[in-house]
């Protein structure tokens, strides 16, 4: 058993929070309301209720979604008693940042770029938008937090070859995922959880290039690194995507996997296999509900809030598409409540 | 209607030719209309066909781009799909047909159309993308044979405004016109004789 007691407080606190998470019956009144604006009344006596009384426009519904993920963010980093772990959260939020402007710097992208980057710089990672912005023009990348600065010299050398702003997302993502395993292997049910978010995604992300038609040399860069399954299985794969990948897998993802293919030949979308593949992960961390001692829960509260972020915005976004109720009911990812 | 001619043999000679010329015409710009007529219809037909195949097309790749949009923040999107290699011209040249200059619209694309990476986008944008890309051709393609069917419209209706001026009102006109004058010519030769015969009788 952990005996983690720094965070008895915090746990407690977790679990008060985790009790008004949204459930599914809640959800599926939601994918079955008249409108987004049904929706949002739904939402009212939730823990959104008091942010979406300032909205008022139900197409904005998104920035009161960013700004209950960065206060979860903020929470989960100030109940922590391990920030390499929990800064973890806000450091992929600069990740994403310096894709942005990394791109911005390395593209012809002709719009006006001031403009555009605060449009699109996001709010809570460890360094603020601003400042990360100045730092970055003035080429003072040796200020930048230790876990950032090696990221842009390892893109300068890339692209010294390559000129396409997939690289960044591929170079970004790989340290990200890195720096993830390196903070979450020494937890068991971190681990575990981590192992299967890489191992469904690098799956996913296989099929995915075979169907754009991409080369062996693609794959070796694009797969992430830290998952149980190893690059080997997938480069052998190579030339029958979908039929040898699947006999190669272990059983605890063939099912899973078989069945997001089928789908996908039925019709052409990779949203069922993203459903499952979402669920199974987050599955990972239903343990966490029986730990009384450690950081677990808190990890899984912030996974289990991102979760059902996911869901509000696509029923919200849903809805305003005139999208029908069955569909975002097939679609919805299964709550943590 | 009459043409407002005197009535002399130079001018049947004159307007005989002229007859011939607008009979001639007339059935020039009616091959011409029912050439375009058959064209037009097989546009049309065409048309349709391409239009539906497009629209079929364009409403998948939304359906999976707005299952992306649920997927992912709107911002998120609009700052990924910013950066793409992929670059579209299309140039102009005119084809010639039947008086007409059709324009033929030529595409040319380079570059991939995925720019983005996948461990944080979702799959349904590459399905959106895809069809997008695939669709932009038979969009440009359609464009070009809506506008041909604008350009021969315009064209079939001034032929058969030509076709219809040439057979409800010249050829009539010119017909009638030859008539009276050839009548006229012939009561004149008429008086002509009646004159004489009455002149050789006084004479006599």
């Known amino acids: ?337 | 209607m009459r043409l407002n001619v005197s009535p002399n043999r130079m001018e049947v000679l004159r307007l005989r030719k002229r007859l011939l010329l607008a009979r001639r015409g007339h059935k020039l710009l009616r091959d011409k209309q029912e050439e375009l007529m058959r064209r037009f219809l097989e546009l049309v037909v065409e048309n349709k066909n391409l239009r539906d195949d497009v629209e079929e097309r364009l409403r998948k790749g939304y359906q999976n781009l707005l299952f992306a949009r649920a997927m992912m923040f709107a911002d998120t999107i609009e700052s990924l799909l910013s950066f793409t290699t992929r670059k579209a011209d299309v140039t102009v040249s005119l084809t010639p047909l039947m008086n007409l200059r059709l324009p033929q619209l030529h595409l040319s694309q380079e570059g991939e159309v995925s720019c983005y990476g996948f461990a944080e986008t979702s799959g349904e944008l590459d399905a959106a993308i895809s069809v997008f890309s695939e669709t932009l051709p038979l969009m440009v393609k359609l464009s070009q044979i809506e506008r041909w069917i604008e350009l021969m419209a315009q064209e079939i209706e001034t032929t058969r405004r030509r076709v219809n001026a040439l057979e409800y009102i010249l050829i009539p006109s010119l017909d009638e016109t030859i008539r009276y004058i050839t009548m006229k010519l012939s009561e004149r030769e008429r008086g002509d004789i009646t004159r004489l015969m009455k002149v050789k009788e006084i004479v006599r």
Not at chain 1, 265 to 275: C, G, H, M, P
Not at chain 1, 298 to 324: D, Q, V
């Open chain 1, 1 to 337: 058993m952990n005996d983690d007691t720094r965070y008895t407080c915090a746990v407690g606190k977790i679990r008060a929070l985790e009790a008004r998470l949204i459930r599914k019956e809640k959800f599926i009144q939601m994918c079955d309301a008249d409108s987004a604006e049904d929706v949002l009344e739904l939402l009212s006596d939730t823990d959104y209720g008091s942010s979406l009384s300032e909205l008022k426009n139900a197409g904005d519904f998104e920035d009161i979604l960013k700004s209950e993920m960065r206060d979860v963010i903020n929470l989960t980093s100030f109940l922590s008693n391990d920030p390499e772990l929990t800064d973890v959260f806000r450091l992929k939020i600069d990740f994403n940042n310096l894709k942005l402007l990394l791109k911005i710097k390395h593209s012809s992208f002709v719009e006006d770029t001031t403009k555009f980057i605060d449009r699109h710089l996001m709010e809570g990672g460890l360094v603020p938008p601003e400042r990360l912005k100045k730092l970055f023009e003035s080429d003072s990348i040796g200020e930048l937090p230790v876990e950032l600065s090696p990221v842009i010299r390892k893109i300068k050398e890339e692209f010294k070859e390559n000129n396409a702003p997939q690289l960044i997302d591929i170079i970004i993502d790989n340290e990200l995922f890195s720096l993830l395993k390196e903070r979450m292997g020494e937890n068991y049910l971190l681990e575990r959880y981590l192992q299967r978010l890489i191992d469904l995604l690098n799956i996913k992300n296989f099929l995915r290039a075979g169907n754009l038609g991409k080369k062996k040399d693609f794959l070796e860069k694009m797969l992430l690194p830290g998952g149980r399954l190893e690059k080997k299985l997938f480069l052998a794969s190579i030339d029958d995507r979908e039929g040898s990948l699947s006999s190669r897998l272990p059983l605890e993802y063939e099912g899973l996997i078989s069945r997001g293919i089928k789908y996908y030949r039925e019709n052409n979308s990779w949203k069922e296999l993203e459903r499952l593949s979402d669920d199974y992960v987050l599955g990972a961390l239903e343990p966490a509900k029986l730990i009384a001692f450690g950081i677990e829960p808190l990890i899984t509260y912030l996974l289990a809030k991102e979760s059902e972020i996911k869901n509000i915005r696509m029923i919200i976004a849903g809805k305003l598409n005139r999208m029908p109720a069955e569909l975002l009911r097939a679609t919805l990812r299964e709550p943590y409540a």
